[in-house]
């Protein structure tokens, strides 16, 4: 593992250990038992709460612990390290998607609701943005919320929702003024048992298999008014703020993905012979392992940067963007060398290489393609 480049101090490396310590104890010796389940225990939520690791960066007074960004990127990092991308997304859903609108947008009542149990793992969110017909196109959405009375009547489908499962509550996108475009977007709180609101299938992934993935579905839905996030018309203000961190908890679990994947090519490497030497004695080989440190080195210290920017207060679209699609993609070339590095050994369930490969794919994808990162980033150009 290479230094934070003057962005962690040494209380961040002290919490970068602790939390290495628990994934190495607690999560990956049972990855692969929780892989073939496609389900990893509830209790983990509770578990990180006591620990502290879900209210890193929300105020005392909701019981988190204040403690800042910085150190839910170093969480971050280290999940990744935990043999499965399922685990670490479901777990990082909470803290990084679910919650962190409640705690922007949120009223003290709102919070005190939801966002305090959340902390404290005893009830599970989710964020419910992306649909059948609409993903990136945020102003495409068709879930309407229609206003009657003291309620909202909810209609639609949401699609991909991590931990949509397990649910207790779902931040919900919905149209609240179909006709206002961008302005017509609101947030409301969705709670599980709301009659109207269910969930219509668990969706079988090619990576990320220990994660629940839900199609969510809301049929004249009754939603209290009391339930909606901010004002209405906020709600795409909301989505965009929200993306930012978002994408860059995707780069950082990329890198993360990456850092062990090299440590475990290049143990290989010394350790395999073959033809009557290791490995490390082949210069091809030797060089590969340059190129995939080169790579992760580029990719870290472009994330490190947009991660400096957003914690410095600057709403850095272009660099995390750049950070999302190169971290993201770095991860999957990574992915494919240490796979092919390892030869038949690194295809065989029983090494974490097969399933980092498969995990990996999908950082390009969500969050926002590199299609639309290069869109988004080009807009930033002027272009």
Sequence with gaps: MLSGHGLFGEEHDAFRRTVRAVVQKELRPFAREWEERQEFPRALFTRFGELGFLGLKYPEEYGGSNAGELYEAVLLEELARCGSGGVSAGLGAQFTIATAPLHRYGTDAQKRRWLVPAIRGERIGALGVTEPD??????GLRTTARRDGDHYVVNGSKLYITNGVRADFVVLAVKSDPGAGHSGLSMLVVERGTPGFGVSRRLEKLGWRASDTAELHLEDCRVPVANLLGREGEGFAQIMGN?????LSLALGALGAADELLETSLQYVK????????LAAFQVLRHRLAEMATDLECARQLTYHALRLHVGGEYAIAQTSMAKKVATEMCCRMADQALQLHGGAGYMMELDIQRH????????IGGGT??????IIAKQLGI
């Design 370 to 375: 590199s299609e639309i990162m290069n869109e």
């Design 134 to 139: 609409a993903g990136s196109d945020v102003a």
């Design 357 to 364: 490969w498969r995990d990996a794919r999908l950082g390009p």
């Design 271 to 278: 350790d395999r012979h073959a033809f009557g030497k290791p």
């Design 243 to 247: 993306f930012q961190w978002e994408r």
